[in-house]
């Protein structure tokens, strides 16, 4: 009697191996989108990417666009005809046997670029037509002011005895009236900072139960740190952050640079989504959260084309006779 259990377990399984269906592949892969990305700034050409979406479980690396053209307008003017040209990235290995080398194809795109220098508070409309698709893709933004900053420097320096020092800046803006949206970056020496600013609230990594009330820091995360002036629409405000760096006897650390610029509404909006859709994956916020869309602003298509203004620059010296902000 005891082979008896097992033998309904067998049956079972069979029954249900007989019920499988195959659905093919082809039934359930949506039709391929536009997909039109690019980060313009002021002082350089337009550019952006143009490729074509796969289903998830495609493995092709190939996404060009075939006949592809992209024009143009600003101010409400068509300017000019973007360049248009594909660029492939090739991955090489070596048979470990043999010791042949051979390529790989790891993904290519198209690449489209204007000779237009763009400007601030010009008004960028893109077209982007292919033969492949039957509507165009059109996307809207426009180039940022540069940002009206009225004071950037050091506030206090902590030191510990084996030469790990912490600096403490503020960056005091003289905002607009109206929606703005700000850009606060390293360059050359500087990795990334921390800081308690509220103003960075929307793009803390919300992984500990700490970061839900406040008593987290924020860490840079490299060269998109973002916030907006919804706490200090139209008035001046100062930024408060911090760095960590090395100062050991006979050792004098590098310069670094730091930079604020004003970015677009468009690429604010896809950073922050991005951003709430990578940190859903796992950790105590992807808990209490439903699955992330991730903001576009291309018609017809998806992808996210946005604007970043002119920086303001600030070189702070090092030196044992620093840190300052040099002129």
Known sequence: MKYIPIIAIVIMMAGLAACEKEIP????????????????HVGEPARLSVEKSSFYIDVEH???????????????????????????????SENWMTGEITEELSYAFVYCEGTYLLQAGDALR???????????????????????????????I?????????????????????????????????????????????????????????????????PYNLFNDAYFDGTRYSVTFRTRYYAYEGYVPEPFIVSVSQVDEHF???????NTYHNT???????????TQVYSNVQHGVGVVGAQGEAVTFTVDLSDNGPRVLP
């Open 158 to 222: 902590d030191e510990t005895s084996d030469g790990d020092r912490t600096v403490y800046f503020a960056l005091e803006i003289d905002d607009p009236s109206g929606k703005d949206f700000y850009n606060l970056f390293g360059q050359e020496g500087l990795d990334g900072f921390t800081s308690n600013d509220p103003v960075f609230t929307d793009f803390m990594n919300i992984v500990h139960v700490d970061d839900l009330f406040g008593q987290s820091d924020y860490y840079g995360r490299g």
């Open 281 to 291: 994956d796992d950790g105590l916020l992807g808990w209490f959260t439903e699955p």
């Open 268 to 274: 604010y909006r896809f950073e922050k989504s991005y």
């Open 62 to 92: 190939d996404f060009r666009v075939k006949d592809v053209a992209v024009d143009l307008y600003v101010n409400g003017a068509f300017k000019e005809s973007l360049r248009v040209s594909d660029s492939c990235t090739y991955v090489s």
């Open 126 to 156: 893109f077209e982007v037509r292919s033969s492949e698709f039957d509507e165009p893709a059109v996307a809207e933004t426009k180039m940022p002011l540069t940002p009206q900053v009225i004071r950037f420097d050091t506030i206090r």
């Open 25 to 40: 592949y082809d039934d359930i892969a949506p039709e391929p989108l536009l997909v039109v990305n690019g980060l313009q």
